[in-house]
């Protein structure tokens, strides 16, 4: 049985806990609301991106000469897995179901012979991935002290996807991300973008175009493929910042939640001992006045 | 049959503009180009320039590069760097100017030059 005093410690202690879990709990959902807006006003432009990739996949009639970052290299050996994960921690299951979606991965990659690369984005995704893959990560980044995610951060990730591309380090490129969909709804996903993925072309959209391209067609693919790349890496880093925010809001809720009932356990058995104690003297006082 | 068309300017972080319109001229990458209903569909990228849409009044948008797509009388305009003429203040003009001057001298390819040159003739009109 601990004493009062080891009791009322801790219950002071939850308390404090509990303070900072509020605030950052506020502070989450404060932030949440602008990266969820940043992100739905930024899933149109990938994915208006995305679907004139497709339409032009659609009309290339020859693939034998076409563009490797948009068919592939045809072969299926070597792969790079981009993880974006967050920068910090203390937000739920966030990171680790990232990290463990991205590791089923590697294991099924590694299990059928194939080579495997990765890149890390966000410093908890590398520290997790390291301990089982590290001599794999050939790469991380880590946007540890940018407030904003701007594009530009994209980019540098997508330029050095297509560096390696260039230099036939890899066949396939699939990244890594939580889809958010809502503040309690975080959806892990793997998503290959290079080969552009063709999946939503067969479901309906039987448009088909034939457009007119100018200046030619080539030199509108080199252009805007890489173009796409870096778009979709911006599209994951998005939906990650706002997943990761929502996932923290509901993480520190709960933590908010359990320190609240803890206080409240710990003040009964804080009472219950003090009126223990208090019985325990009035007995002594009492048989002491009776035995005179 | 109306004669109008439908037209999205889109940045990587937000819907710039989306209206309807009777006309639009971009600034292609070889060369302007008005675009009009019932276009065939069409892709081209821009180079530095200025987007003008005509419909009731006209707006106009300064862009240094984008991806312009036309199918189904939708005028789809993916840029990161779209901006509004009418919200673009003169010092922020003769920053950009001062900038892309100096870009012009430092460019290798005839591409990268060839771009750069219309940056600083769009940028030179606009602050007139």
């Known amino acids: 049985m601990p004493s009062l005093d080891d009791l009322k410690k801790r219950i002071k202690s939850v308390k404090s806990t509990q303070k900072i879990t509020k605030a950052m709990k506020m502070v989450a959902a404060a932030k949440l609301r602008k990266a969820q807006e940043s992100a739905e006003k930024g899933r149109p432009y990938s994915q208006k991106m995305q679907n004139i990739i497709l339409n032009l996949t659609k009309s290339i009639n020859d693939p034998q000469n076409a563009p490797k970052l948009l068919v592939g290299t045809g072969e299926d050996k070597k792969y790079l897995c981009v993880v974006l994960t967050a920068d910090r921690g203390l937000c739920g299951g966030f990171n680790s179901n990232i990290c463990k979606l991205a590791k089923t991965n590697f294991k099924k990659i590694l299990s059928e012979g194939k080579e495997l690369n990765i890149i890390t984005v966000g410093s908890k995704g590398h520290d997790q991935i390291k301990r089982e893959y590290g001599k794999y990560v050939i790469k991380k980044f880590s946007f540890k002290d940018k407030k904003n995610i701007i594009f530009n951060d994209a980019d540098e990730v997508g330029k050095e996807i297509i560096s390696l591309f260039n230099q036939d380090k890899f066949d396939k490129c699939i990244i890594f991300y939580n889809n958010f969909k809502n503040v309690i709804t975080q959806i892990p996903q793997a998503q290959q973008i290079i080969p552009a993925e063709t999946k939503n072309l067969e479901e309906g959209n039987d448009q088909n175009f034939s457009y007119e391209f100018e200046p030619e067609e080539d030199e509108i693919l080199e252009d805007l493929l890489p173009k796409n790349i870096s778009t979709q890496v911006f599209k994951a880093l998005l939906e990650n910042a706002a997943s990761e925010q929502g996932s923290r809001m509901t993480a520190m809720d709960n933590a908010t939640r359990n320190a609240g009932d803890l206080v409240d356990k710990l003040t009964i058995d804080y009472n219950r001992s003090r009126q223990a104690s208090i019985t325990k003297e009035l007995i002594e006082i009492i048989s002491g006045a009776e035995s005179l | ?128």
């Open chain 2, 1 to 128: 049959m109306s004669d109008k068309f439908t037209v999205e300017i889109i940045s990587p972080d937000q819907t710039i503009s989306k209206q309807e319109t009777n006309e639009v001229i971009i600034p292609s990458f070889e060369g302007q180009m008005g675009i009009l209903n019932d276009h065939i569909p069409l892709i081209t990228f821009l180079r530095p320039g200025i987007i003008t849409i005509k419909a009731e009044g006209e707006k106009k948008y300064y862009v240094e590069e984008g991806t312009v797509e036309f199918s189904s009388n939708n005028l789809l305009i993916l840029t990161s760097t779209a901006r509004d003429l009418a919200n673009l203040d003169k010092s922020k003009i003769n920053e950009l100017l001062q900038e892309a001057e100096v870009n012009l001298k430092t460019q290798s390819t005839d591409k990268e030059r060839y771009i750069a040159s219309y940056k600083l003739e769009t940028l030179k009109e606009i602050s007139q």
